[in-house]
């Protein structure tokens, strides 16, 4: 109201308007907080002075008690100050109280009419810039129920908005650099695209962030604004670097996740050729758009694995790696090759092999390299070239453990052919056939053997077993077994004899779990000269074989006796049989009658079915027989290695 009065009066210095409406409103607080009632206002011009006067109707008992909780809480710590700043500003003040107890609070300010001066002459393009605190605060001040809602490029662009209204440019950018080797990108931007910097204020981030505020337009777009300029590039900083912590945040959280995959990928397998397959698609398109990967092999690198982003370009890429190839690597690379390459090198070769170099390297030994082509459009950035070392370790170590696993199998399975005849022999009037089928490809020796043995040119000794166990102590005690029974019964002691001997040899190793079954036979041609077979039968623990004859009937034949190498004392027996012309012996181990399909075993009913069929084929179609059965009849991995041997009279 007061303000509306002096308008009407006119002619006041605005400053001196000001100052009465800024005093006046003291006082009127004053009355309502301390007196607590209602209070009058007068207003005094004359040509020299302004006087204003507050009076208010005294404090009563009522009044009193109604004021005493603003006096406590409301006010206490401002108590004085404003009649401290009325006597700073007036030209004169004072008080009185009237009879009736009102009270009166007065001061008069100088107030000579002035007419307005004119303003300055605005340059012809635009008004002159006066930048008030309102409008600072209007610029700077985001409360903070929405800074918590706006993501932080969202605060930027508010801020670049905000400064473009109050300076009133044709346009505010902010440009930033993350130092990832991209340079410097437009971030946001308040105003139509182009114009002239015409201010360029750096934002204090922190490297490797740069950046800056620009200001275009024409040049008199500078005039004045720096300093505000200056205090929004603390705010939008502090957005920029929040922005980038987080995205740094979130890269190296996706980083973590692509590690921990690429390390579940590279281990999954033992194969070298799989192993070293992976590698390059881990790393495509991620890390670059191509990679190639080489290994040592005698003295030199040769070219393992290559992939590409576009397939259409790996011939022409191929050409340029490949050392075998035409034209082949340049010699930059072919040099790079020929020598251990450093943890992370940068080589930058003619197009299309500019990448990165990285040795290979587990456990102290260099086993070759790992190129990664530079990704599309940019350099490799330094977190990249982090991530390619990173990688390059995980890939040497699966790639060796990989190679260490091969060796361990060809160990392995060279010691498992060491313990299987190498050809069965040849006899007059007999059929041999066999089958090994190994329930594990890998390190692990089966125990399950078969031999067969020419004792003289017209006696053989066939044997089949099966040792407790698998692995290297398996293999040692199925190689003695074998060698102990061949010798004993060379040296021309009877299979009952030979069996007990060998039993008394695996007993001395005193070990409870490596004990035997075996079924061994000394088979020879009947001496009647009916072409038939005479066959002497020992089973020590072991299934019993089946004779499948030449008519379809089938049976299971021997008796059962102790396992070789559990008791110091066996009881085994000795049994006659005889194969007619076209009558087959089977001798098998257990991974063919126990083989299983969910709770159902093959068993020796299934067996015997099977071997009916087989009757008047030659002995390797009843092995093959037997072993396609086996295989068929469960679809689940063995558990179990099987072995067949098969011994047939030839008809005449």
């Known amino acids: 109201m007061l303000q509306e009065v002096l308008d009407a009066v006119g002619g006041l210095d605005p400053e001196v308007t000001d100052t009465a409406v800024l005093l006046a409103s003291e006082l009127a607080e004053n009355a309502v907080l301390h007196a607590g009632t209602e209070f009058e206002l007068s207003v005094d011009v004359d040509e020299a002075s302004l006087t204003v006067t507050v009076t208010d109707r005294g404090s009563g008992p009522l009044e009193a008690h109604l004021a005493e909780p603003r006096r406590r809480y409301g006010r206490a710590a401002s108590h004085g100050r404003g009649l401290g700043l009325i006597a700073s500003l007036a030209a004169a003040w004072g008080t009185h109280h009237n009879a009736d107890g009102r009270h009166a609070i007065w001061f008069t300010l100088t107030s000579t009419p002035t007419e307005p001066e004119p303003a300055p002459a605005a340059p012809p393009d635009r008004p002159p810039r006066r930048v008030s605190p309102e409008q600072a605060r209007r610029l700077l001040h985001v409360p903070a129920g929405l800074a918590d809602r706006l993501q932080p490029l969202e605060l930027v662009e508010e801020l670049v908005r905000r400064l473009r209204d109050v300076l009133d440019v044709r346009a505010v950018a902010v440009v930033v650099d993350e130092g990832d080797g991209g340079g410097a990108a437009e971030l946001a931007r308040a105003g139509p695209a182009g114009g002239t910097v015409v201010l360029d204020v750096a934002l204090p981030v922190t490297p490797p962030l740069r950046g800056s505020i620009r200001l275009l337009g024409p040049p008199s777009d500078r005039d004045g604004g720096e300093d505000l300029v200056e205090l929004v590039a603390y705010r939008v900083a502090m957005a920029v670097e929040s922005r980038w912590l987080r995205a740094v945040d979130q890269r190296r959280r996706a980083w973590m996740a692509y590690l921990a995959e690429a390390s579940e990928l590279l281990g999954q397998s033992l194969s070298v050729e799989l192993a070293v397959a992976v590698v390059p698609q881990v790393v495509v398109p991620r890390l670059g758009r191509w990679c190639a990967v080489y290994l040592s092999d005698t003295g030199t690198q040769r070219l393992a694995a290559l992939t590409h982003a576009d397939e259409d370009e790996l011939p022409e890429l191929r050409a340029a790696l490949d050392p075998a190839a035409r034209p082949g690597p340049a010699p930059e690379l072919r040099a790079l090759l020929d020598s251990p390459a450093p943890e992370a090198a940068p080589v930058r070769i003619a197009t299309p092999t500019d990448g990165l170099a990285v040795s290979l390297r587990s456990r102290g030994t260099t086993i070759?390299?790992?190129?990664?082509?530079?990704?599309?459009?940019?350099?490799?950035?330094?977190?990249?070239?982090?991530?390619?070392?990173?990688?390059?370790?995980?890939?040497?170590?699966?790639?060796?453990?990989?190679?260490?696993?091969?060796?361990?199998?060809?160990?392995?399975?060279?010691?498992?052919?060491?313990?299987?005849?190498?050809?069965?022999?040849?006899?007059?009037?007999?059929?041999?056939?066999?089958?090994?089928?190994?329930?594990?490809?890998?390190?692990?020796?089966?125990?399950?053997?078969?031999?067969?043995?020419?004792?003289?040119?017209?006696?053989?000794?066939?044997?089949?077993?099966?040792?407790?166990?698998?692995?290297?102590?398996?293999?040692?005690?199925?190689?003695?077994?074998?060698?102990?029974?061949?010798?004993?019964?060379?040296?021309?002691?009877?299979?009952?004899?030979?069996?007990?001997?060998?039993?008394?040899?695996?007993?001395?190793?005193?070990?409870?779990?490596?004990?035997?079954?075996?079924?061994?036979?000394?088979?020879?041609?009947?001496?009647?000269?009916?072409?038939?077979?005479?066959?002497?039968?020992?089973?020590?623990?072991?299934?019993?074989?089946?004779?499948?004859?030449?008519?379809?009937?089938?049976?299971?034949?021997?008796?059962?006796?102790?396992?070789?190498?559990?008791?110091?004392?066996?009881?085994?027996?000795?049994?006659?049989?005889?194969?007619?012309?076209?009558?087959?012996?089977?001798?098998?181990?257990?991974?063919?009658?126990?083989?299983?399909?969910?709770?159902?075993?093959?068993?020796?009913?299934?067996?015997?079915?099977?071997?009916?069929?087989?009757?008047?084929?030659?002995?390797?179609?009843?092995?093959?027989?037997?072993?396609?059965?086996?295989?068929?009849?469960?679809?689940?991995?063995?558990?179990?290695?099987?072995?067949?041997?098969?011994?047939?009279?030839?008809?005449?």
Not at 522 to 542: C, F, N, P, Y
Not at 631 to 651: K, N, W
């Open 368 to 652: 070759g390299t790992l190129l990664v082509g530079r990704p599309d459009g940019r350099p490799h950035a330094p977190e990249d070239v982090v991530l390619v070392a990173d990688i390059a370790r995980r890939a040497a170590l699966a790639v060796q453990n990989a190679q260490s696993a091969a060796a361990h199998v060809a160990v392995s399975q060279a010691l498992q052919q060491a313990l299987l005849p190498r050809a069965l022999p040849s006899a007059a009037g007999i059929d041999l056939a066999s089958e090994y089928v190994p329930a594990s490809r890998g390190t692990d020796v089966g125990g399950d053997f078969y031999d067969v043995l020419t004792v003289d040119s017209g006696q053989l000794l066939v044997s089949i077993g099966d040792v407790c166990g698998k692995g290297a102590r398996a293999a040692a005690r199925t190689g003695l077994v074998r060698d102990v029974l061949r010798v004993l019964v060379r040296g021309g002691r009877g299979l009952a004899e030979a069996v007990h001997l060998l039993n008394e040899v695996m007993m001395e190793a005193a070990d409870a779990l490596q004990f035997c079954t075996l079924a061994t036979a000394l088979v020879q041609r009947d001496g009647e000269g009916s072409g038939g077979l005479a066959v002497e039968l020992l089973l020590a623990g072991h299934e019993r074989p089946v004779v499948v004859r030449a008519d379809g009937l089938v049976e299971q034949v021997g008796e059962y006796g102790s396992a070789v190498g559990l008791l110091p004392k066996m009881l085994v027996e000795v049994t006659t049989h005889r194969l007619e012309p076209g009558d087959t012996l089977l001798l098998y181990t257990d991974g063919v009658t126990e083989r299983r399909r969910g709770k159902e075993q093959f068993g020796p009913e299934r067996l015997l079915a099977l071997a009916a069929r087989t009757a008047g084929r030659p002995a390797r179609q009843v092995v093959a027989a037997v072993r396609d059965a086996v295989e068929r009849f469960s679809p689940d991995p063995a558990t179990d290695d099987v072995a067949l041997l098969a011994v047939r009279a030839l008809p005449e």
